[in-house]
């Protein structure tokens, strides 16, 4: 009983950050649509995007693949 009370409550957090995350978002992206025209806009949300896509491919790389890899061509 208390497995589904702590999952409906994560799905209730869940989506209340989901919620929220997408009101400030699309006040600050409305904002730079507003300052920097949409062009601009869609260029630095894009930069934004590769940016963190390069850095997760790195961070989430697994050592451990790239070791076993290395000894077994060894």
């Given at each position: 009983m208390t497995c589904a009370c702590h999952a409906t409550l994560f799905l209730i957090g869940?989506?209340?950050s989901?919620?929220?995350s997408g009101v400030v978002l699309s006040v600050w992206v409305g904002?730079?649509?507003?300052t920097?025209?949409?062009h601009q806009?869609?260029?630095i949300l894009?930069?934004?995007t590769a940016t963190f896509t390069v850095?997760?491919?790195f961070a989430?790389?697994?050592?451990?693949?790239?070791?076993?890899?290395a000894l077994e061509s060894n």
């Open positions: 869940f989506n209340l989901k919620q929220l904002r730079m649509y507003d920097v025209g949409f806009a869609y260029l894009g930069l934004i850095i997760s491919i989430l790389t697994s050592r451990t693949v790239q070791r076993s890899v």
